[in-house]
């Protein structure tokens, strides 16, 4: 049948069962949204504050539903707001489709109002990216851009369309997407073989977990795994929840805030087997005193990453579920080492630096431990990034993967909110929070308006410490307390913002009072801002510092 290239667009979405969208309409989207009112009764259109806000809710819908998240912009701004967003999705491997429009295909190259290209600035930044000219050509470009953005490891994908095609018409046949395979080719038996003979040398194998255990949905394997080998867990930013963090095997963060006994168990082990993980600099820290003692076994979908940061003594390239399967498999038959005296060694780490807090006054710490035990560790957590992201990633225990929403490689203050909007829309019966710092959330409080509008019972909680929390604490540490464009008390009232837009407002003050406002919360069934006065001073331990090795940590300001 005769469609428009907009009807065209929305019949390829419907073929991917895509029921949500995230977006903001424009001149040179307005066949696209033309399109959109007459399908409402079969895709859900939300309309965010601002564009970047469409992108991280559709991040978030993504990496909490395990779907695609889709997101909408015009031409020239539009776009160019998407691409924070996109960044995002690409340094995490989310599947996102981003569609922009553009001026007309007579108008492209011209300086014409509103044009810039996209095309060519979002190369760096998504897994590939379109540019439709020909009417013809969209449907196998939208089916091309989702089997892409979800094959292997997954990213975003941009698909820019100019108006006039959008406008043309041409024949459309519905057809059934191809079906997404798990990449198995390279998982082959002398990798297999290589690694057997790695874990049976082992007397003190360490795993280290990363987001592509959960990407994979590796979770029971993962942990028969370790059962198998009997060794101590740790995770990166990203690997969060891929394995029980209520499991006595695991030790939590690795890395630069990563727990004393993660990283001294990384330094000491014979054997470090990465799941789904990349060696950022974050975990690695000084790359030529990581692991020292260690042979490396690496198992990752990306070929790319093997070798990359460090150094690997043998690997699995394929997807992480089913080289676990291989792996479990092969490993039925075979005996492995014992590791007890290992585990003994890794407890009393455990016991002797355990993750600690000063007590006193309204403590953010305290307060990440009382939403977890308020929730009972059921809710989806969204977090900005600073501070308040690695106090939640060290005292919420993630459980359970896609529970832990948060920006890890591009690091993008203001994220929280928009991907909070996209996680409870993609999650209606859980529970949200969005823990934020004041410096992140002042970034994108706009999208308070999109959370009231939809009436999403979101919860911010504001960890104010009146300063840009993690750059104060590099200077007070780092750079001789010269606190330069750090401090930044702008008399914000955030009640008062909160009653503005329309949401519920707390400002707490006391420890005395958490329980009870966060109860508060928790009952409500609309978007609630927790505004809670912690100590300015207040840091996240343990840290790294620049150039050094990740078993020698601050622990604490008096080190």
């Known amino acids: 049948m005769q469609l428009t290239g907009a009807e065209i667009l929305i019949e390829c979405l419907l073929e991917q069962q895509v029921d949500t969208i995230f977006g903001y309409p424009g001149g040179a989207v307005l ?41 909408v912009a015009t031409s020239g701004p539009g776009a160019c707001n998407l691409v924070t967003g996109i960044a995002t999705a690409y340094m995490d491997s989310v ?45 196998a470009t939208v089916r091309k851009a989702f089997f892409i953005a979800q094959d292997g490891r997954p990213g975003p994908v941009l698909i820019d369309i100019p108006k006039d095609v959008t406008a043309q018409k041409a024949e459309y046949v519905r057809e059934t997407p191809k079906p997404i395979g798990r990449h198995t080719k390279n998982i082959t038996p002398e990798a297999i073989e290589n690694a057997i003979r790695m874990l ?13 255990a959960v990407q994979a949905d590796a979770g029971a394997e993962l942990q028969e795994f370790v059962r198998i080998i009997n060794a101590p867990v740790v995770s990166s930013l990203m690997g ?34 990465a799941v789904g993980a990349r060696f950022s600099d974050r975990v690695v820290s000084n790359p030529k005193r990581f692991a020292p003692n260690a042979s490396i076994l690496h198992i990752d979908i990306d070929p790319a990453e093997i070798n990359k940061n460090i150094k690997t003594h ?19 038959d075979e005996e492995f080492r014992d590791t007890s005296e290992w585990l003994q060694q890794v407890n009393e780490w455990r016991e002797t630096y355990p993750l600690t807090y000063n007590g006193g006054g309204l403590q953010p ?24 992201q690695i106090w939640s990633a060290q005292y919420y225990k993630f459980s359970k993967p896609r529970t832990f929403i948060s920006s890890g490689g591009l690091g993008t203050m203001g994220f929280g909110l928009g991907a909070a909007i ?60 010269r606190f330069s464009q750090s401090i930044v008390d702008r008399q914000t009232d955030f009640v008062k913002l909160a009653e503005a837009y329309g949401a519920v407002g707390f400002n707490l003050t006391r420890k005395e009072d958490v329980d009870e406002v966060l109860t508060q919360a928790l009952a409500a069934r609309q978007p609630v801002v927790i505004n809670c006065e912690i100590n300015p001073d207040e840091k996240v331990f343990p840290i790294i510092p620049p150039g050094g090795a990740i078993d020698d940590p601050i622990m604490g300001v008096n080190q």
């Open 200 to 212: 049976k040398k082992s007397e003190r194998p360490l795993v280290y977990v990363g987001g592509g």
């Open 314 to 332: 043998g690997y699995i390239i394929g997807d992480v579920k089913i080289a676990l399967q291989k792996l479990l498999e092969a490993m039925a």
């Open 240 to 273: 969060l929840g891929a394995y029980p963090g209520t499991d006595p095997y695991f030790c939590g963060l690795i890395g630069m805030h990563g727990t004393k006994t993660s990283n001294l168990s990384a330094s000491k082990c014979d054997l470090l087997i």
């Open 365 to 388: 710490q305290y307060i990440v431990e009382r939403i977890y035990a308020l929730t009972d560790g059921e809710a989806l957590i969204t977090t900005e990034v600073g501070q308040n």
């Open 31 to 71: 066949n696209i949204y033309d399109a959109l009112a007459k399908y409402s009764d079969r895709i859900t259109h939300y309309l965010p504050s601002h564009e970047q806000g469409a992108a991280h809710a559709a991040d978030g819908y993504a990496r909490s539903t395990g779907k695609v998240g889709v997101c």
């Open 95 to 139: 599947p996102l489709i981003a569609i922009t429009g553009n001026v007309p295909l007579s108008l492209l190259g011209k300086d014409s109002f509103q044009e810039v290209d996209i095309f060519g600035i979002t190369m760096p930044i998504t897994k590939h990216n379109f540019m439709v000219k020909n009417v013809e050509e969209l449907a």
């Open 422 to 481: 996209g996680t409870q829309i993609g999650n209606p019966d859980k529970r949200v929070i969005n823990i934020a710092g004041d410096g992140s959330f002042r970034m994108n409080c706009n999208e308070l308006a999109t959370a009231v509008e939809y009436e999403l019972p979101i919860i911010i909680v504001i960890l104010n410490n009146r300063a840009l929390g993690m750059v104060k604490q590099w200077q007070d540490l780092f750079y001789d307390r």
